[in-house]
T-cell receptor
Framework: DGGITQSPKYLFRKEGQNVTLSCEQNLNHDAMYWYRQDPGQGLRLIYYSQIVNDFQKGDIAEGYSVSREKKESFPLTVTSAQKNPTAFYLC?????????????FGDGTRLSIL | AQSVSQHNHHVILSEAASLELGCNYSYGGTVNLFWYVQYPGQHLQLLLKYFSGDPLVKGIKGFEAEFIKSKFSFNLRKPSVQWSDTAEYFCAVARFSGFKTIFGAGTRLFVKA
């Protein structure tokens, strides 16, 4: 079955520590996205990538970084500069970059601060 | 800035009741519209979408939504809900010529058996 795999499901970060969230897809999709979900705020776009080796900042990119070295992988690093990282993080993909394409989502990673 | 507003954050209904969840967006140009659903313990998935044509669109599990351009609305409806419809529902809007999708805050629906 094709889909998006996010790992880990739960992640704990110490103050001042960088952590990396994994997102892998086997849908052969070109575009991938990272969202942050906070209670009562819906999904907010952190970064997106339309093609390998290219990515753009979303609405709340500060304190985050990404890479897109392979088509199937789009890891997100939450750096120590992100002062309020506790949230639910969702990875998504679409076949291409058109806005008429529904997004396919992973199961998410819940990040908490120790 | 483009925004999406969902009118109710929590809705509680009894089985067989009718459902209508409101969604309004702020962008004045051509848009693509979506409703996504997240059932307990499952990932977010597409419920239905509107791109063009008939403004009344039908999705999975008996859901439908009506696009009213003059009201910038895309309300979700179901004539008779079931306990299995308990989930969180998200309205989403994307500019026709754009790339980003803007999501509403979500509505949690609880259906009492």
């Amino acid at each position: 079955d094709g889909g998006i795999t996010q790992s880990p499901k739960y992640l704990f970060r110490k103050e001042g520590q960088n952590v990396t969230l994994s997102c892998e897809q086997n849908l052969n999709h070109d575009a991938m996205y990272w969202y942050r979900q906070d209670p009562g705020q819906g999904l907010r776009l952190i970064y997106y990538s339309q093609i390998v080796n290219d990515f753009q900042k979303g609405d709340i990119a500060e304190g985050y970084s990404v890479s897109r070295e392979k088509k199937e992988s789009f890891p997100l690093t939450v750096t120590s500069a992100q002062k309020n990282p506790t949230a639910f993080y969702l990875c998504a993909s679409t076949p291409g970059g058109g806005s008429n394409q529904p997004q396919h989502f992973g199961d998410g990673t819940r990040l908490s601060i120790l | 800035a483009q925004s999406v507003s969902q009118h109710n954050h929590h809705v509680i209904l009894s089985e067989a009741a009718s459902l209508e969840l409101g969604c309004n967006y702020s962008y004045g140009g051509t848009v693509n519209l979506f409703w996504y659903v997240q059932y307990p313990g499952q990932h977010l998935q597409l419920l239905l979408k509107y791109f063009s044509g008939d403004p009344l669109v039908k999705g999975i599990k008996g859901f439908e939504a009506e696009f009213i351009k003059s009201k910038f609305s895309f309300n979700l409806r179901k004539p008779s809900v079931q306990w299995s419809d308990t989930a969180e529902y998200f309205c989403a809007v994307a500019r026709f010529s754009g790339f980003k999708t803007i999501f509403g805050a979500g509505t949690r629906l609880f259906v009492k058996a």
